[in-house]
């Protein structure tokens, strides 16, 4: 099973800034659908950012003008920019492909709908 795995996360101060790094586990050949999802305690899961269809990029208005999401296709990695941080952005961050393909010794293999463990985002001073 394909696993996607975040790193990058932590604890930082109001105004700060992190970035989150997700790459899946296994040959991949390629991904789509890459986005970055947050759940804070109490709330439900939201999506941030994430890679639409054509190549175009969705934000969440809450995190627009201070997040940026990016991809290193040769590396089949995603980041998270985040910038000027707030004590609300404080949430476990997750990332989210809706297809991971992967080359296996038997060919091809699809996996769909797959997330990670998740990264905790602390922003506190």
């Known amino acids: 099973q394909v696993q996607l795995v975040e790193s990058g996360g932590g604890l930082v101060q109001p105004g700060g800034s992190l970035r989150l790094s997700c790459a899946a586990s296994?040959?991949?050949?390629?991904?789509?659908?890459m986005g970055w999802y947050r759940q804070a305690p109490g709330k439900q899961r939201e999506l941030v950012a994430s890679?639409?269809?054509?190549?175009?990029?969705y934000y969440a208005d809450s995190v627009k003008g201070r997040f940026t999401i990016s991809r290193d296709n040769a590396e089949k990695t995603v980041y998270l920019q985040m910038n000027s941080l707030k004590p609300e952005d404080t949430a476990v961050y997750y990332c989210?492909?809706?297809?991971?393909?992967?080359?296996?010794?038997?060919?091809?293999?699809?996996?769909?709908?797959?997330w990670g463990q998740g990264t905790q985002v602390t922003v506190s001073s």
């Open positions: 296994g040959s991949v050949v390629v991904n789509t659908g």
């Open positions: 890679f639409a269809s054509g190549g175009s990029t």
């Open positions: 989210h492909a809706d297809t991971v393909v992967i080359a296996t010794m038997n060919g091809l293999k699809y996996e769909y709908d797959c």
